[in-house]
C-alpha cells in the first residue's frame, strides 16, 4: 500500500519535483560522508591492532568504552577492537548497497522528469580567462617610491 501512497504523492509542478530531487541528493551526500566517516574509524582501528598485536598479551592497555577509559589487558582488547573493525566494515558494506540503490533511484527520477545538470566548469573557465586578461599591462609601484 505504500508503493501506492508513494504514486499518488509524486511531485505535482517543477518546485516540488526540485524540491524533491535536492532532497535525494542530500541522502546521497549524507550516505558518503557517513562512509567516509566509518573508513577512518575502519584505519584506525588497524592501526590500533598493527600496534599492539606483537606486544605481550599480558601487557595493560587502556580503553575508552563509553567515555570513560578502563584499563585491561591487551589479550581482553586485541579480540574487541578486532570485532568492532569487522563490524565497521559490515557497515560500510550495508551503506554502499544504500548508496547504489539510492544512485539508481536518483538516475531513475532523472530519466523519468528529464533533469539535467549544468556544468559550472565552462562559466569558471571563462571568468578565469577574463580576470588573467583584465589584469595583463597593470603596473603598479612600491608604495613610498617617488621615483
Not at 585491561?72 to 554502499?96: D, M
Request: proline share 4%; glycine share 4%; charged share 35%.
Amino acid at each position: 500500500m505504500s508503493a501506492m501512497a508513494a504514486k499518488a504523492e509524486e511531485p505535482i509542478n517543477e518546485q516540488a519535483v526540485a524540491n524533491v530531487y535536492s532532497a535525494m541528493r542530500s541522502e546521497i551526500t549524507q550516505i558518503y560522508s557517513k562512509i567516509t566517516e566509518l573508513e577512518m574509524e575502519v584505519s584506525e582501528h588497524s592501526l590500533v591492532v598493527n600496534a599492539i598485536q606483537p606486544l605481550d598479551p599480558a601487557r595493560r592497555c587502556y580503553r575508552m568504552i563509553g567515555g570513560v577509559l578502563v584499563e585491561r589487558t591487551i589479550k581482553e582488547v586485541l579480540p574487541a577492537i578486532q570485532r568492532n573493525k569487522e563490524g565497521i566494515e559490515e557497515v560500510i558494506a550495508r551503506l554502499n548497497e544504500a548508496l547504489e540503490k539510492k544512485k539508481k533511484e536518483i538516475s531513475d527520477f532523472e530519466a523519468k522528469y528529464k533533469i539535467r545538470i549544468r556544468k559550472p566548469d565552462a562559466d569558471v573557465k571563462e571568468e578565469s580567462g577574463r580576470k588573467e586578461g583584465s589584469a595583463q599591462g597593470v603596473l603598479v609601484r612600491p608604495v613610498g617610491s617617488n621615483e
